[in-house]
């Protein structure tokens, strides 16, 4: 048994797990481990190290990675390599550590495999909330690109915040569903995303509490996690955010921000009512809590078009709102944008300088020509009826194959349905074996761990035979496990 009288130090910079690994390495070019010798079991190495046995678990991973010790089954852990192969290894960095100590963290293990899953041409598709090839509209993007490809005067970087005359356009956009707004006040980013990513690096500091729905699709990506911002769920009904459960927790907190997608909501779909869309906006001014206006879905509508956005009664600069046209034109172009007060747009505009050097050009001209033409409008009214299509298909197939196993709510637009199942069923089991059967979905605890019985359909990138067939598969996998 080796003598082990060293803890890791918790002062240190330096994760715990990778402190041991330099500790057992230091034991091995000292020769004071032999090749040969047994390691305690995890369990007893966690208990004298005084670390959890992950960590443990962590530091033996990578110790076995680089050829240092073995494990065999039933026999433990055993030394492997002595100094001299510690020496012969030293030409090439070991980059497990440098990517293990990233300041971004990873994407979760399954949505790594969702997206493995989502390149795969045998898959049937119930995840993306994007637009099928079928819905994109080639046609009318070819025919602005051979207008262009005689305009075009210039390929260099636009200015920090993006095209004016693109900025130009999206006013006149925006004026139509109430926003009145300045190009000066606009910035153009390379997709919504991008723009979430820019407040959080120049306006939240480390340790900011910020504010969203429960369930919410920001709880499936690292964005603000890795800037070091705590997430703090509130639920939501019908008409939209619990205004009440928000003040009460901001009193106790002081939150940062609040984000909040009010129109056809990610993953639920839900629509916020334009009396809570109101009072929301009022409580937050008596607060002075800013809001980020996620509004990436507006133009998919099926009956009636939604309440104007939060921004539109926006009288003090309180809203930063979000738009683009990745979900509902083209996820290609990378075309988003941020509207907000200018000192803000340009403190935005200055990091994005310093990630990109600004988004695409051609993009930009793109986008610009489709608004200026009204091809983008015209688009967006054959977009709605193909996706309501979708839509009932999808709520036909759950009525024939889901009627007793599960409930849902009817969307006026978006991509998602947001299906409850009646029984617990570990999310887990049917997410494999969907994937065993060619089919792919996204679990609700994706969004919320809370929301383990929900499932978010979505109907926007395969066929209406897919649908049917996808939905079918999916109800006899969980039949199958509650049986």
């Known amino acids: 048994m080796f003598d082990i009288d060293w803890k890791p130090d918790r002062s240190d910079s330096t994760q715990l797990y990778l402190q041991i690994v330099r500790y057992v390495k230091d034991k091995l070019a000292d020769g004071e ?3 040969g ?6 369990r007893v190495l966690s208990e004298i190290l005084g670390v959890n046995r992950s960590t443990v678990v962590a530091a033996l991973e990578e110790l076995a990675a680089e050829g240092l010790i073995k494990g065999n089954a039933g026999g433990g852990t055993t030394v492997v390599s ?5 020496l012969s290894t030293t030409r090439s960095p070991n980059w497990n ?7 971004h963290q990873p994407n979760q293990t399954i949505t790594q495999q969702i997206y493995q899953a989502e390149r795969r041409t045998d898959i049937i598709n119930l995840g993306p909330c994007e637009p099928a090839p079928d819905l994109i509209p080639y046609e009318k993007i070819q025919k602005t690109l051979k207008k262009l490809s005689n305009s075009i005067k210039s390929l260099n970087y636009e200015e920090p915040r993006g095209s004016i005359d693109l900025r130009k356009e999206i006013c006149a956009y925006l004026k139509n569903i109430g926003i009145e707004t300045e190009p000066s006040s606009i910035l153009i980013t390379s997709g919504a995303l991008q723009a979430l990513q820019l407040i959080s690096l120049g306006l939240l500091y480390r340790g900011s509490v910020v504010y969203l729905e429960k369930p919410s699709y920001l709880y499936s990506l690292r964005t603000f996690q890795s800037f070091g911002m705590q997430l703090s769920g509130i639920p939501f009904d019908q008409e939209g955010i619990n205004i ?6 901001h009193q106790r907190r002081r939150g940062s921000m609040l984000i909040t997608i009010p129109t056809f909501h990610n993953p639920t779909g839900n629509v916020m009512s334009l009396r809570r869309r109101k009072e929301l906006i009022e409580a937050c001014e008596s607060e002075r809590l800013p809001i980020i206006e996620d509004d990436v879905y507006r133009e998919i509508w099926f009956e009636e078009t939604p309440p104007p956005p939060l921004k539109a009664f926006d009288q003090n600069g309180l809203v930063l709102y979000i738009g683009g046209v990745s979900k509902n034109l083209s996820p290609g172009l990378r075309i988003g944008w941020v509207v907000g007060p200018e000192k803000v747009i340009e403190r935005l505009a200055d990091i994005k300088m310093q990630n990109d050097y600004g988004s695409s050009s ?5 986008t610009e020509e489709l608004l200026a033409s009204g091809l983008y409008y015209e688009h967006n009214e054959l977009l709605r009826k193909n996706a309501k299509t979708r839509r009932d298909t999808t709520l036909s197939a759950l009525n024939k194959y889901f009627s007793n196993l599960g409930s849902w709510t009817v969307p006026s637009g978006g991509f998602f349905i947001w299906l409850k199942l009646n029984n617990n069923v570990s999310m887990h089991e049917i997410f494999y ?7 792919l979905i996204y679990p ?17 990138y395969i066929s209406l035979e897919q649908i049917d067939r996808g939905i079918k598969i999916l109800s006899e996998i969980v039949s199958e496990l509650l049986t």
């Not at 010798?37 to 995890?42: D, E, N």
């Not at 550590?97 to 300041?103: D, H, L, T, V």
């Not at 929301?451 to 978010?456: C, D, P």
């Open 33 to 35: 481990w032999e090749i």
């Open 37 to 42: 010798s047994k390691l305690p079991s995890q």
């Open 82 to 86: 002595n100094t001299w192969n510690l």
């Open 97 to 103: 550590c440098y990517i293990s100590s990233g300041a």
């Open 244 to 249: 009440k459960e928000l003040l009460g927790k």
């Open 362 to 366: 051609i993009s930009q001209y793109v």
């Open 433 to 439: 074996k969907a994937l065993k059967r060619n089919l």
């Open 444 to 460: 609700g605890d994706l969004y919320d761990f809370h929301s383990s019985r929900y499932i978010r359909i979505s109907y926007s």
